[in-house]
């Protein structure tokens, strides 16, 4: 782990949606320590600042590649970064997905808007190793058609169930319109001997946990990956505090029965 930003630059640039790109990028000298599916690291954009985005793919490369959306400073800097420019990255850090903890089981992904983004390299993974889980379920939820994120990727993936759904249709949407939770009926999924991984805005991660809990799923297997206000990384600074965990340390990723009575706490 890199306390201070090591250089990398991007190779490679493609937009997801309006206002949200991926960017490749390759060490300049010495690469970061391998990332798992999950972890994020400090990214800077140099004259702007930091913020810390989860991978959203891990090349075997050495690379990295990073899924931003513009909506502050630092991140419309590294929105509009271009192929040839140097970032800062140091990491990683935080918790994983931990995959391999669901060998023989049932997979089901859950993801809303950008939070598709640090669940890729896990399905990918899933998809790489078949025989290595039950069925692979993923769900996929926008705000409309044009937030949807890896819409070809998506088509791609060899699952036994890919569901998408957006909350807001257009004049040329022809799939279901609703919420994420309502693709749980379609799913191929035996909630008993499942782990789920759920990533998006906090409603839709509440939702979903809640119809799992319904439906017979241990909270204890079902991950989810937590936003907080992330500034220094190494659990020093307090701002990406919930109740008695540090999200930079202790999360990003928790499992459901850590999180519940601590998103539920109003004063947290």
């Not at 409309?144 to 004049?171: C, F, I, N, Q």
């Not at 990384?233 to 499992?255: E, K, N």
């Amino acid at each position: 782990m890199s306390a201070t930003p090591v250089p990398y630059r991007v190779v490679a640039r493609w937009a997801e949606t309006p206002d949200t790109a991926t960017l490749r990028l390759e060490p300049v000298g010495e690469p970061l320590p391998a990332f798992a599916p999950g972890q994020f690291a400090m990214v800077w954009a140099f004259g702007r600042g930091e913020i810390p985005l989860s991978v959203s793919a891990i090349p075997t490369d050495g690379g990295l590649a990073h899924t931003v959306r513009g909506v502050g400073a630092v991140s419309a800097g590294l929105f509009a970064a271009e192929v040839g420019d140097v970032l800062g990255l140091r990491g990683p850090y935080g918790t994983g997905w931990e995959l391999e903890k669901a060998h023989g089981l049932d997979l089901l992904v859950v993801a809303g808007g950008i939070g598709l983004a640090p669940l890729r390299p896990l399905v990918r993974d899933a998809v790489a190793d078949p025989k290595a889980y039950g069925r692979l379920n993923v769900l996929v939820g926008a705000r409309t058609p044009s937030d949807l994120m890896a819409k070809v990727e998506t088509r791609l993936w060899r699952t036994a169930y890919t569901g998408v759904v957006v909350d807001r249709p257009d004049a040329c949407w022809t799939g279901r319109t609703g919420v994420v939770t309502q693709l749980l009926d379609q799913a191929r999924f035996t909630p008993r001997d499942t782990t789920a991984f759920v990533c998006g805005p906090e409603p839709m991660i509440r939702a979903t946990a809640r119809d799992l809990l319904h439906r017979g799923m241990a909270g204890d297997r079902i991950r989810v990956s937590l936003e907080r206000n992330m500034r220094c990384a190494t659990g020093h600074c307090g701002h990406c505090q919930l109740g008695p965990l540090l999200l930079c340390r202790d999360g990003p990723v928790v499992t459901w029965s850590r999180a519940e009575p601590l998103l539920y706490a109003r004063e947290l």
